[in-house]
């Protein structure tokens, strides 16, 4: 049974530098730092970083929560992502966007004013 995400893996070929990006989007260090993984508390959730694997927008897409999209997505463009896909309503209230970390990886993000954060587990 899925019972939520619990880790969003994003690959990184300079670990050092995803690691300080990541850093300042975040608003936080690493809880966990090695040289074959780095990994942020979120909300409950994880945000690893791994120096292998390919870096790229089609592979998984996770959507990370945010207050204030149009906010964020500004934010993390003035840190150095670009635009994906710009700020979209998808219905009741709803609204997702992407950009592209500087690394080349696709991060979503989803303002949604329906989720629970109580029923996290």
Do not use: C
Not at 24 to 47: I, K, N, R, T
């Amino acid at each position: 049974m899925i019972l939520g995400l619990r880790t969003a893996i994003y690959p990184a070929g300079d670990l050092s530098a995803a690691k300080n990006w990541y850093s300042q989007v975040l608003g936080q260090a690493p809880y966990f730092d090695a040289p074959f993984y780095v990994g942020f508390s979120v909300g409950g959730f994880e945000l690893g970083l791994i120096p292998d694997g390919q870096a790229g927008i089609a592979g998984a897409q996770p959507l990370w929560g945010v207050d204030n999209i149009g906010g964020e997505v500004d934010r993390l463009i003035t840190l150095g992502a670009s635009l994906l896909e710009p700020v979209s309503e998808v219905g009741e209230g709803i609204k997702v966007a992407a950009v592209k970390d500087p690394f080349g990886n696709r991060f979503g993000l989803i303002e949604n004013p329906h989720f629970r954060a109580d029923a996290v587990r």
